[in-house]
């Protein structure tokens, strides 16, 4: 079965970076997407970027393009999302996904799969 495993969230400053890593296993099939979403307190749940796992053709929501960037280690099962210039307004918790097939679009078609979240604190 697929599993999805995050990490890497922690409590850091605003302005600062930070990696998350997504260990994404189970997949019998070649042709999905990854990507991450995120939830703050009494917000709804938001999509963030996606990435092919064959092409690594990526997408980004608009709030984050250019300051969040996915990317993905095909040897190591592994989706990344670096996040620069982090806010405040960033703190939630943040959630790995995937779909299958590889032009499925995570935000409107919603995903098959989630992760636990992984929590990511900007203080300011």
Not at 19 to 44: D, I, M
Request: aromatic letters at 12%; charged letters at 20%; glycine letters at 8%.
């Amino acid at each position: 079965q697929v599993q999805l495993v995050e990490s890497g969230g922690r409590l850091v400053q605003s302005g600062d970076s930070l990696k998350l890593s997504c260990v994404a296993t189970g997949h019998t099939y070649s042709n999905y997407v990854v990507g991450w979403f995120r939830q703050a307190p009494g917000k709804e749940r938001e999509f963030l970027a996606q990435i092919s796992w064959q092409a690594a053709y990526s997408k980004y929501a608009d709030s984050v393009e250019g300051r969040f960037t996915i990317s993905r280690d095909y040897a190591k099962n592994t989706v990344y999302l670096q996040m620069n210039s982090l806010k405040p307004e960033d703190t939630a918790v943040y959630y790995c996904a995937s779909g299958r097939s590889s032009v499925r679009t995570l935000a409107a078609d919603g995903p098959d799969h989630w992760g636990q979240g992984t929590q990511v604190t900007v203080s300011a």
